[in-house]
């Protein structure tokens, strides 16, 4: 049993809006064994290794947040579970759950997940996101560019089968899986799984045009709301995360909607994001960051500067975002890939 680390009143990380941090999102790796059109380029130049946090320092930096209030960790990536020591990690982290850790997660593209479901289990995995845009094998590997939808399946069906509750992730593109979203939908609740919409955003430069990906998520609500009775949910508090959830009548499943360009949902934030590099990204939609990578490296044991690094990250988070989609032919709003900082 790991030592009880569960911070004090006055060391919790609360910033100048008064929000607390109590969320940690880790990337463990910009790699992945896809290249969804929204997220990666065809060809991708990813990190060297040296440059990637070890085990060690990833460990480090999560257990530094655990001590100032992060309750909940969930490790992304790119694809968490194509680096090769990851079960270790969710071992060592997993150490902390019930001594400040309240829940440690995963988003994954389920493409590896028959072969790790059980150990994550067996580390204290609960929950795991899983990102799915199409349910057709043929447009499955269209829009992942290489993907193969049954080891998608597969992984799902192990995840369940060990006790893992699964939530699907899917992104509305227009002109790539916006007709097949109803029967996304009913898969994912036929299986007793929720179902999160989310409208792409502009980050990382794609090779594609946004504008050609870009639908509202008001447009396929509307859409959805000519089929099925949808019944909001009430918000469960203002930091329980950027989804607004409905229960659909007919399929007696959830649907959440993750509206990043028609709905702001910055002010109840409570997370913050740490890349696999170590630099600490206080906002998905804001360019402000501070490195940790530098400093445990040259102050291996120092605590004291490590914690006032992470003060520092927290006086910069900003109040909201500003993401748009506006001109064809605009360029990403952030040239950072969505699976360098984490989804
Ligand atoms: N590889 C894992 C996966 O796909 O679940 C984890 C990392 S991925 C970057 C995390 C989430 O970000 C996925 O649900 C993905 O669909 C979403 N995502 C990536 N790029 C996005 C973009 N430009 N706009 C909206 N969502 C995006
Ligand atoms: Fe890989 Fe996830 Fe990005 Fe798709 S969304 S390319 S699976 S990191």
Request: hydrophobic share 40%.
């Given at each position: 049993?790991?030592?009880?680390?569960?911070?004090?009143?006055?060391?919790?990380?609360?910033?100048?809006?008064?929000?607390q941090i109590t969320y940690l999102r880790l990337s463990v790796t910009d790699r992945c064994d896809l290249r969804c059109t929204y997220c990666m380029a065809e060809r991708m130049k990813f990190l060297p290794r040296v440059d990637l946090l070890t085990l060690e320092e990833l460990d480090?930096?999560?257990?530094?947040?655990?001590?100032?209030?992060?309750?909940?960790?969930?490790?992304?990536?790119?694809?968490?579970?194509?680096?090769?020591?990851v079960v270790s990690l969710v071992e060592r982290i997993g150490r902390h759950l019930g001594n400040g850790l309240d829940e440690l997660t995963l988003t994954t593209n389920a493409t590896l997940l028959s072969d790790h479901a059980s150990a994550l289990y067996a580390a204290g995995v609960r929950r795991v996101n899983i990102s799915l845009d199409s349910i057709d094998p043929a447009q499955f590997t269209a829009i992942t560019r290489r993907g193969d939808l049954a080891k998608v399946m597969a992984g799902i069906e192990t995840a369940?089968?060990?006790?893992?509750?699964?939530?699907?992730?899917?992104?509305?593109?227009?002109?790539?899986?916006?007709?097949?979203?109803?029967?996304?939908i009913e898969w994912a609740h036929g299986l007793g799984m929720d179902i999160t919409l989310i409208e792409v955003m502009p980050l990382g430069e794609t090779g594609e045009d946004r504008i050609d990906q870009y639908?509202?998520?008001?447009?396929?609500?509307?859409?959805?709301?000519?089929?099925?009775t949808l019944t909001d949910q009430p918000n469960r508090d203002m930091t329980a995360g950027p989804s607004r959830y409905v229960q659909i009548t007919e399929t007696g499943g959830r649907l959440g909607f993750?509206?990043?360009?028609?709905?702001?949902?910055?002010a109840g934030c409570n997370r913050v994001r740490v890349t696999c590099t170590g630099r600490i990204y206080m906002c998905l939609g804001q360019d402000d960051h501070v490195d940790l990578r530098g400093l445990i490296r040259d102050h291996p044991n120092d605590a004291t500067a490590l914690n006032k690094a992470l003060d520092q990250a927290l006086f910069a988070k900003p109040e909201k975002?500003?993401?748009?989609?506006?001109?064809?032919?605009?360029?990403?709003?952030?040239?950072?890939?969505?699976?360098?900082?984490?989804?």
């Open positions: 049993m790991a030592d009880d680390i569960r911070p004090s009143k006055t060391n919790l990380l609360v910033d100048r809006f008064g929000r480090l930096v999560t257990t530094t947040f655990i001590q100032r209030g992060v309750r909940k960790v969930r490790l992304t990536g790119g694809e968490p579970l194509v680096r090769r020591d369940l089968s060990v006790g893992l509750k699964v939530k699907i992730n899917t992104v509305a593109l227009k002109h790539q899986n916006a007709d097949e979203i109803p029967a996304i639908i509202p998520l008001s447009m396929v609500r509307d859409q959805l709301e000519q089929r099925w993750i509206t990043p360009l028609t709905s702001n949902f910055c975002h500003d993401f748009a989609i506006n001109r064809r032919g605009e360029g990403a709003a952030l040239t950072r890939h969505m699976s360098v900082t984490g989804g």
